[in-house]
């Protein structure tokens, strides 16, 4: 899938589009927010360089698996909110929606109502059996969003060491699927 075929989807609020070179500012500046970066990778903020490669390596992400992160825009404006959408990386345990918002786009409801479309396009889309959301153990707001979305609380694992809840979320047609014993 080229990048040119990374989809745009519109929400009543928001675009998500294909992350390019014209939110790399905004986003190289989430990364190196301590607040925004406390959740995801190793809660560690991200240079400018760590945050080029971590651009690159989400567009490749639709390279490699036809799907990935889009740039969350305010519809209105065009103004970069963060990001959100779907990553099966190596080493991953089933494919991960997950989301980062700039500081003051938080508690908006950006995150429900991008996950609301993301999870469409998993089921519509790519025809997926199940999607989960990875969240650190302690970050409230992303298990409030996961549960809003119909997330359910299916295990707590230790995910590159640190305690995590899953939640899963499985398409509106089909019957939940219990997860293993």
Not at 23 to 40: G, K, N, Q, V
Not at 98 to 117: F, I, Q, V
Not at 120 to 138: E, K, P
Request: charged letters at 25%; proline letters at 5%.
């Amino acid at each position: 899938m080229a990048m040119s075929n990374i989809p745009t989807i519109e929400t009543a609020r928001l675009r998500l589009t294909a992350l390019t070179e014209r939110h790399f500012d905004d986003y190289a500046a989430m990364l190196a927010d301590p607040e925004s970066t406390r959740w995801i990778g190793d809660g560690q903020p991200l240079d400018r360089t760590n945050a080029w490669r971590s651009l690159a390596m989400l567009l490749g992400h639709w390279q490699l698996r036809g799907c990935g992160m889009w740039a969350l825009e305010l519809k209105e404006t065009g103004e970069f909110l963060g990001r959100a959408g779907l990553m099966y990386p190596e080493g991953w345990p089933d494919l991960e929606m997950g989301w980062m918002l700039k500081p003051e786009h938080r508690h908006h409801g950006y995150a429900t109502e991008a996950g609301a479309a993301i999870l469409d396009f998993a089921w519509n889309t790519l025809h997926a059996r199940r999607v989960i959301s990875l969240v650190r153990i302690g970050n409230e707001a992303s298990d409030r969003v996961a549960e809003r979305l119909g997330g359910e609380h299916i295990e707590d694992m230790d995910f590159y060491g640190s305690n995590t809840h899953v939640f899963a979320y499985y398409p509106p047609f089909r019957e939940p699927r219990r997860a293993w014993a």
